[in-house]
């Protein structure tokens, strides 16, 4: 990677994670682009989040129980990135990006297709400022085609993406998971195109622009859907908690109230369930002994299994699937997930302290790199917390110019 002096930042900071001396200008908001900063401030970039000067980014705001309005959602999201604030529907502000990506390796942008362009900032034109920038656009529906200036949300986009339709109990409407998947899975998306453009530099020495759409991001995680309907004429439909053909995979009641989850659809493993069930006999049993009679007889086998589990309780119910090689577990809640000790052994929670909250839990690095991992190292920062870094001492912006680039609502 070539030089940087932008930030200052110290070489023992950058040299944690693969990404190290990559400088990525963040300028996305919500939760798709701002995943995708995520990831890479993970694994060691330099992001620096540009926001606009008034308010900031949403998610500043959302995602917050308390009584001090603070967000839970921006410690996580907004993790190891640097903030400034931009105005970039002024012309001067528009110049300061123009400035930042001079000397950076990646911009993310999640804004709708053509407002870039609109504030002379396409692609085309940043190549003539740095022929090696990698522009990272996130939307709904992708840079072109006939929808791509629609709104796109994460939700639209899970619906128009298949996963809305087959989520849900079968005598109900769709529904959708507790979280923004789809916005996350096209943050996943996009990090990966950059990663591999990124990778693609090294031998073109040129950028190149990555296109992650939500829908699509989506899309790509919906198996065989396509071919179902296309050469079988069969179409998904919401099953609720199990698979149509897959069983035994439920989840199951137990003596004491809980809910586990017992997957024992495969051959031998569903052979050593009915050992520990007392019922050899359904190895051999012409409606149970193969993976697909089992799933013909699925509601009956899993009332046999309900019955079997909710006559003892969980926990000693799960040592005995365990040690049979079955697996199983719990519906696991927060709760559950900041008491495990396997969560605790493999360090998958994170804890780092909050100026006003203490001690703050999050979810660690994933993926694993064993000889150069990811961190967490910083919570959200405050909204302009870097301007002084990275205009003043990175850009060269004295106090006097800095004053009057605030008093015009630039900064």
Not at 326 to 332: K, M, N
């Amino acid at each position: 990677m070539a030089e940087k002096e932008l930030s200052g930042e110290s070489g023992t900071a950058a040299a944690r994670g693969p990404l190290a001396g990559v400088r990525v200008i963040e300028t996305g908001s919500l939760i798709a682009g701002p995943f995708c900063g995520q990831l890479l401030g993970d694994f060691g970039a330099e992001v620096i989040k540009v926001e606009d000067p008034g308010a900031g980014d949403p998610m500043r705001q959302w995602g917050s129980n308390l009584p001090q309005g603070l967000s839970l959602n921006w410690p996580i999201i907004a993790r190891n990135k640097k903030s400034v604030t931009c105005n970039l529907r002024h012309p001067e502000g528009q110049a300061l990006l123009r400035d930042l990506l001079e000397t950076s390796d990646v911009l993310i942008e999640n804004f709708r297709p053509g407002t870039l362009e609109r504030w002379g900032l396409g692609p085309d034109t940043l190549a003539e400022v740095n022929h090696r920038l990698v522009v990272t656009r996130v939307t709904g529906y992708g840079q072109d085609g006939p929808y791509s200036r629609r709104a796109g949300f994460g939700s639209i986009g899970e619906a128009m993406g298949g996963l809305r339709y087959i989520t849900g109990e079968p005598d109900r409407a769709p529904s959708r998971t507790g979280i923004s998947i789809g916005d996350s899975l096209a943050g996943v998306f996009a990090a990966l195109g950059t990663v591999m453009a990124l990778l693609s530099r090294e031998r073109t020495g040129r950028g190149q622009v990555v296109d992650s759409a939500i829908y699509e991001a989506v899309l790509a995680l919906m198996e065989s859907i396509l071919p179902e309907w296309e050469l079988c004429g069969s179409r998904r439909e919401r099953t609720g908690s199990v698979l149509p053909g897959v069983a035994p995979s439920n989840v199951y009641p137990t003596r004491d109230g809980a809910a586990i989850l017992i997957a024992a659809n495969r051959d031998t493993v569903f052979n050593r369930l009915a050992e520990l069930m007392g019922r050899p006999e359904w190895r051999t049993d012409p409606r149970y002994g193969t993976h697909a009679a089992r799933g013909e007889n699925l509601a009956d086998l899993d009332k046999l299994i309900a019955e079997w589990t909710g006559a003892q309780d969980a926990e000693p119910l799960l040592n005995l699937l365990h040690e049979a090689g079955v697996p199983a577990g719990l519906t696991y809640t927060a709760q559950d997930m900041l008491t495990d000790p396997h969560f605790e052994a493999r360090q998958a929670i994170v804890r780092l302290v909050h100026d006003k909250l203490g001690s703050f839990p999050m979810q660690n690095v994933a993926p694993r790199l064993s000889d150069t991992p990811g961190s967490v190292r910083a919570l959200g920062p405050d909204l302009g917390q870097h301007n002084d870094e990275i205009y003043g001492g990175g850009l060269g912006l004295d106090t006097a110019d800095r004053a009057r680039l605030r008093e015009q609502g630039v900064i």
